[in-house]
């Protein structure tokens, strides 16, 4: 079942501005993961960050996560109408094998 | 590497008949993982393999559904009889040391519509 919950549900912004996507966990983990879903299509990974990290960028990724508070963001700069998709959290909270996924949140850039 | 490969794509059966959704992990992965994914539900667990072996069969949602992985480089997903809540999409994905041990990569997913 799910445990993540994603915030906002779905965003439409303007290419070029920034997006930003939260996440909120229930128990301690030892690492959160970033997964893209292009319609039609399997998830892809974008990006991890261990729970003694504060904040990772890769390219035009930010992902911060706050411990204390059970929450990460995504933000996505510049954005393009190719990042056009769902984003969903991932957690280890469910066993160090298991992911657990939010719900998702759907992104949509307007050209 | 072709990534995890999933068949068929689509399937749309009747109520009662038997599916079985079949998956190809990527090489040199010791993880395979089943999901699936509907409106409703979100993205859920169903089974995991390691090595081979089933580890965590929780997620099966009942006994119409059963998984099995034959080898390293091969497992299915049946559904027996099928009902209209199945229709979902089911993924497939695997792990490895070659990915970075938490990464998981996904299969391009089964589509299934019971009728």
């Known amino acids: 079942s799910q445990q993540g919950e994603e915030d906002p549900q779905a965003l439409s912004i303007q290419e070029g501005e920034n997006a930003t996507m939260n996440c909120s966990y229930k128990?301690?983990?030892?690492?959160l993961q970033w997964y893209r879903q292009n319609s039609g299509r399997g998830l892809v990974h974008l990006i991890l960050?261990?729970?003694?990290?504060r904040e990772k960028h890769s390219g035009r990724l930010r992902v911060t996560l706050d411990t204390s508070k059970k929450s990460s963001s995504l933000l996505i700069t510049a954005s393009r109408a190719a990042d056009t998709a769902s984003y969903f959290c991932a957690t280890d909270e469910g066993g160090a094998q298991k992911l657990v996924f939010g719900q998702g949140t759907r992104l949509t850039i307007n050209p | 590497d072709a990534g995890v490969i999933q068949s068929p794509r689509h399937e749309v059966t009747e109520m009662g008949q038997e599916v079985t959704l079949r998956c190809k992990p990527i090489?040199?992965?010791?993880?395979l993982f089943w999901y699936r994914q509907t409106m409703m539900r979100g993205l859920e667990l169903l089974i995991y393999f390691n090595n081979n072996v089933p580890i965590d069969d929780s997620g099966m949602p009942e006994d119409r559904f059963s998984a099995k992985m034959p080898n390293a480089s091969f497992s299915t997903l049946k559904i027996q009889p099928s009902e209209p809540r199945d229709s979902a999409v089911y993924f497939c994905?695997?792990?490895?040391?070659?990915?970075?041990?938490?990464?998981?990569?996904f299969g391009p997913g089964t589509r299934l519509l019971v009728l």
């Open positions: 960050i261990r729970s003694n990290e």
């Open positions: 128990t301690s983990i030892n690492n």
């Open positions: 090489s040199g992965h010791d993880y």
């Open positions: 994905a695997s792990r490895g040391l070659a990915g970075g041990m938490e990464t998981q990569y």
